[in-house]
């Protein structure tokens, strides 16, 4: 897993995306974000807020097994469930070859985050019912998933299919409220080897060279440790979630800031926030030669 081949210089412009100005707010940091996905909206908003950002894959992923998926895929088709809950885009990919696409109209659809709501949209060509914002734990703060429950003789199934990783609140929460969860492990995630980072990521992140890592789920917190080890002093870890920020902490680590919304705004404001608290002022631009 190479290092992003779309960063067209060594200060990590996208291409019809330059660097702004000095005046950028990441002018002069160095922001790991560790994965690489195609047309990486978190990634822009951070080059054109002046960031040099270093991607890299530092997990992949496994498909769950498949009997579970084809019956998950089933159930939908069949109409056997009120709800079906998606957490995330990944798991959108992970069903998308054993859904049978339209879906019955009768379905409601909860996700979280606009990401997962695009890939819905994208596979199904219908909009989500409910897209709740942060991490998945909103989905309980919803009245429609709350409660009161459906007709005494209407389904009361939601089907969740999640990471095998997943936090079990979601799905714990559902319960109490009264419904009947099926949760399905869509996908698992595990450790990349260190043989696939970029070069000289290594030493970069020992030296200091990182002024701030993006950490997009509490698998990537744990494969940045095992990989990197420990982010020295200065580096700050910027959680795109409360879930992921809860995970960062319960490791020992500090949290220098949550990004309100798992969005590129979302994360653009938290990661300025976070080199303002760990890294001091940005290094003055150079003057050219």
């Not at 809860?246 to 926030?273: H, K, M, N, W």
């Amino acid at each position: 897993m190479a290092q992003s081949t779309s960063r067209t210089d060594s200060a990590g412009s996208l291409p019809g995306n330059p660097r702004e100005g000095s005046g950028a707010p990441l002018s002069g940091r160095v922001v790991l974000l560790p994965r690489l996905k195609e047309r990486d909206r978190i990634a822009s908003a951070l080059e054109r807020a002046g960031a040099d950002v270093l991607r890299a894959a530092v997990t992949r992923t496994v498909p769950g097994e498949t009997a579970a998926l084809e019956a998950t895929a089933h159930r939908i088709a069949a109409g056997e469930a009120a709800w079906l809950v998606l957490t995330s885009a990944r798991t959108v990919e992970a069903l998308a070859p054993y859904l049978h696409v339209p879906v019955p109209s009768a379905l409601r659809v909860a996700v979280v985050g606009p990401a997962t709501a695009r890939a819905w949209t994208e596979l199904t060509g219908t909009a989500p019912d409910l897209v709740a914002r942060g991490s998945a734990a909103a989905l309980l703060e919803e009245p429609e998933l709350a409660g009161p429950l459906p007709a005494p003789n209407a389904a009361r199934r939601v089907l969740l299919p999640a990471s095998a990783l997943a936090d079990p609140a979601l799905a714990e929460g559902l319960r109490r409220a009264g419904w009947e969860v099926e949760q399905v492990a869509a996908y698992t995630t595990v450790t990349a080897g260190a043989h696939d980072l970029p070069p000289n990521l290594e030493d970069r992140w020992a030296t200091g060279g990182v002024d701030a890592v993006v950490l997009t789920a509490p698998s990537t917190t744990r494969a940045v440790l095992e990989l990197l080890g420990p982010p020295p002093q200065g580096t700050g870890l910027v959680a795109i979630g409360a879930t992921t920020a809860a995970a960062t902490r319960e490791l020992g680590l500090t949290v220098a800031a949550v990004a309100p919304s798992p969005t590129p705004e979302g994360v653009l404001q938290a990661t300025v926030d976070a080199t303002r608290t760990t890294a001091g002022p940005a290094p003055a631009p150079q003057e050219p030669p």
